[in-house]
């Protein structure tokens, strides 16, 4: 008995032992990813300060052999066609991302998708002054861009050059680049970058890790109205080059057999539009394209479909580029410059509702525009509940009350009457719309939809000519909110489309750009957080995941902590379709 007593013991006491093991695995894995960011800080503060001899023995990302057999293409299905493949645009958005980068424009670093952090790509090495002033980039001997010329510290400079210009059509992306104060040419290869003060983004946005290096002798110009009318046939450094766009059909890009790295095995990657959501489905069922991005409702049921998951991978992820979504409030118009009015609006909108039936559970409610798996969001911030009777309270407050007994609020001889701008080619917003004018009826305003194409919505959200919109905004790694709530991003097409102005928020902001601690300048976010909370700028909706049916036959499909890597898939021979 006492043998078997010792021996019992000895399993239990076993089983904890592996119990311990696990929680203490689990919590090492969840902490990585943060870990990982703040090890930036650690560079830009002088608490690790990278050496040039360390990074250039480690090994590039862009040297990584890919695995598997050559050939076949990807086509994927778009719902919208992009406006421009520029990557300096205020009219480019995250489709002509996705059609650009690393495939055709490369930057200095790129990120590990697994580590989360920022390794040399065109860049061989780089230095951090210990006070975050100076960067500078050794640029790799072996680059060039797909027609043979060098990539050089000249396109390097050539590339910031144009971004900061002020009669280049870039305000969105200008404003990252407002406390450098020069970038030097040391020699072909080295560049460097002075700063005023630190930013904590210095780094990201100098190695240009989403926008990429242009090449000065494609884009050299004159007149900025040439470079700003340019937006198409893209020349860059990358894996593939531009081969045609046909308007309205396809973009196509094929492999650059000139790559100065290792070539991916796909041939050529297709971009198709497909404007119509079940069309889209139906071509993927038929293998004309091999992969799409869903409706919410219809990934819900392909995901049930067990025939469907035997042909098709149903991928689910999070990252911290997930969009969230939001209804954009325009504050020059009569309706919206109340802060009341804004409140009442979110009042209306019944979120939990909106998650269950339009995005069939597959969502998160928000109240404020950080990565929600993030610490600089705030979770002890209450969403403002869904609650008609509050709202109505509000408007009467604000003077909007039906005077004329129509069933429609009017003040000053305006009725509450406005439009809501969405892209005609979602058919998630479509249903949102309809949704809130239903709720609207019911407290007096009257919500005219206006559907329209993606191309036409980024036009009119840049030039701030709406009354309400709806969008989603694709997160950032380390998020900078300048480019969004500063008050000097309203008009000259910045991103400030519906008119945030705040002394307060403001001064955050620009506290938070130049703290290098994580911590305090989580702090600030928070502050920034509640006060986005109270104003209601937005009416904050959701986070969803984002979902990718995918073709099957593709081999190294892999989701890694920043997504999948399109770039790194094959097919086996006997399952490739295309020649």
Known sequence: MNGRGRIVGFFIFLLLVVIIFLQIFSMVQSDRFYRALNRLDDILQGRERPSRQTIRKARSTADQEYPGDEGDWLVWAFRVEPKTLSQISTENDI???????????????????????????????????????????????????????????DDVIFTYETIVNPKVDAANIANLYIDVDKAV????????????????????????WDIGILPEHIYRFDDPEEFNKRISDPVGSGPYVFEKWETGRKIVLRRNENYWGPKPKLKKIVFKFITNAVAAVQALRSHQVDIIIPEPDQFADL????????????????????????????????FFFDRRVRLAMTHIIDRREIISRLLKGYGRMITGPFYINGPQYDHNIEPWPYDPERAKQLLDEAGWIDTDGDGVRDKNGTPFRFEFLYSSDKVQYKRLVKFIRDQAAKVGIEVVPEPVEWSVVISRITDRK??????????????????????????????????????????????????????????????????????????FLFVRPTFR???????????????????????????????
Not at 320 to 327: H, K, M, Q, S, V
Not at 556 to 569: A, T
């Open 303 to 334: 995901v049930e479909d067990e025939e469907f998951k035997k042909e098709f991978y149903c991928l689910s992820y999070f990252v911290p580029g997930t969009p969230f979504y939001y209804i954009g409030w325009n504050q020059d118009t009569p």
């Open 95 to 153: 489709y002509a991302r996705w059609l650009t980068v690393p495939y055709i424009f490369e930057p200095l670093l790129f990120y590990d998708y697994n580590e989360i952090k920022l390794e040399p790509w065109l860049a061989e090495s780089y230095e951090v002054s210990s006070d975050g002033i100076q960067i500078t980039f050794d640029l790799r001997d072996d680059i060039h861009f797909s027609d043979g010329h060098p990539v050089t510290a």
């Open 466 to 539: 709406f009354d309400a919109m709806v969008m989603g905004w694709g997160g950032e790694i380390l998020q900078d909110h300048y480019q969004l709530w500063h008050s000097s991003q309203i008009g000259n097409r910045g991103s400030n489309y519906v008119g945030f102005n705040n002394p307060q928020a403001d001064t955050i902001i620009e506290q938070a750009r130049k703290t290098l601690d994580d911590a305090e300048r989580n702090k600030l976010y928070h502050r920034l957080h509640r006060i986005l909370h109270e104003e209601q700028p937005y009416t």
């Open 185 to 208: 040419k040391v020699s072909e290869r080295i560049v460097k970058f002075y700063m005023k003060r630190p930013h904590f983004k210095a780094l990201e946005n100098l190695s240009f």
């Open 549 to 579: 049916p995918i073709d099957r036959r593709f081999n190294n499909v892999k989701i890694y902590n920043l997504g999948p890597k399109y770039w790194q898939w094959y097919v086996p021979k006997d399952k490739q379709r295309y020649r």
